[in-house]
């Protein structure tokens, strides 16, 4: 029992941690742009997914050991190299995810959005510091994350989106957005979020072959809960942009749930936006400092300490630079897109590497479907940057 709630909690914190301010501003505002067409890169972005979660996690729980050691295995150096590059992005996501919480909570009380970052914090830092700091992160996530499912299927029925329209498109769509597919991937598993379930995994010593089974599953599962999220907010800004209401450039997301169910939806999005920010606040403030913990034992030791400077850090760069303006939080999905064939990379060069994974046979379609997505992101990374 415990371990299928690590299991389930694993996926939750991997599937909240993606779900953050910046997911709710991508969507909405790439729907404002591309139409019911956002809907394939939904699918796409889902497939990408799905096959780059699986060989990461597999890989993980099969060497017992987390990203940073296995790189280092590799390749001495390689493992300090990906540490900065995810610590750096996850910090850097923080700050997003801090002014998000701050922002939900104005919207629901009228205070000062600093006032709410500082109340956020003081509940994130909580999380860490309960007795079993793991299993209170694994119910709040996944408490949190049905939560925000509801909420969004309320504001889903209230816009009325023309289904037909939305499932044709997403298969034979009008135009195709690589930069989106990019930043959506990105925001979804690049980054900190590729890792962030696996190394939760070996935390509750869930690891070894014998527990594949349970871990793909575990991992398909922290994708469609976060494609059941994506899709749902894509169908209610679809039913608000059909029928004419034009998306406020701001703040997408916000308008779009004013929009479809007036002052009730404009406060169940502050509701969402609390929820999805103090969620990716956790999973993003655990999963950086899980990339640091391992390089000495004084950081393993007083790994809760750092996780709450982490996110105290993260609250400040916030309120010393003000909130971040939408397009930032693109910006910062889409290098994590970047980052993610390298991490990705890294992972499957140890599928072939003996010392690491001695015996274990990684799944030749999963090894070619894992290449051919570090084959297809930095092709379409290449692309957006130099056509």
Not at 80 to 86: D, E, G, H, P
Not at 252 to 273: D, E, H, W
């Amino acid at each position: 029992m415990k371990k299928n709630s690590a299991l389930l909690g694993a996926a939750f914190l991997m599937a909240t941690s993606a779900v953050g301010p910046g997911f709710l501003n991508n969507t909405a505002a790439f729907t404002q742009q591309l139409g019911a067409s956002f809907g394939f890169v939904i699918l796409i972005s889902i497939l990408l997914d799905i096959a780059a979660q699986l060989n990461i996690w597999r890989v993980i729980t099969v060497s017992e050991m987390q990203a940073q050691t296995l790189s280092n295995k590799i390749l001495p150096g390689l493992g300090y190299v990906l540490s900065a590059l995810i610590v750096a992005g996850g910090l850097a996501f923080n700050v997003g995810n801090i002014a998000g919480a701050g922002l939900g909570i104005q919207v629901l009380t009228g205070l000062d959005i600093r006032v709410g970052a500082v109340i956020s914090v003081g509940v994130g830092i909580f999380i860490f510091t309960v007795k079993e700091a793991g299993k209170a992160m694994d119910t709040f996530t996944k408490i949190l994350g049905f939560l925000m499912i509801l909420l969004i299927l309320y504001v889903v029925f209230q816009s009325q989106p023309p289904l037909t329209q939305a499932v044709y498109f997403s298969f034979l769509p009008k135009e195709i957005d690589l930069k989106a597919i990019i930043t959506l991937v990105g925001g979804t598993v690049g980054g900190y979020i590729s890792f962030a379930g696996g190394h939760r995994l070996l935390e509750a010593n869930i690891k070894g072959i014998s527990m594949l089974k349970q871990v793909d599953t575990s991992a398909t599962q922290g994708i469609l809960v976060t494609a059941i999220i994506r899709i749902l907010l894509f169908l209610a800004a679809f039913g608000v942009i059909s029928s004419g209401f034009q998306v406020s450039q701001a703040n997408p997301a916000s308008s779009i749930f004013q929009a479809a169910a007036g002052i009730t939806g404009y406060k169940i999005f502050g509701v969402v936006l609390w929820c999805a920010a103090i969620t990716s606040v956790v999973g993003a403030a655990y999963t950086s400092v899980s990339f640091l913990r391992s390089f000495h034992k004084q950081l393993d030791t007083n790994a809760s300490v750092i996780t709450a400077g982490f996110i105290i850090l993260s609250a400040a760069i916030f309120i010393w630079i003000g909130q971040p303006p939408s397009h930032i939080l693109v910006i910062v999905g889409y290098l994590n897109g970047l980052i993610l064939p390298i991490a990705l990379a890294v992972m499957l060069v140890a599928v072939r590497n003996k010392k690491v994974l001695k015996n274990y046979k990684h799944p030749l379609l999963l090894e070619i479907t894992g290449w051919l997505v570090v084959a297809v992101m930095t092709w379409m990374s290449l692309q957006s940057i130099f056509v």
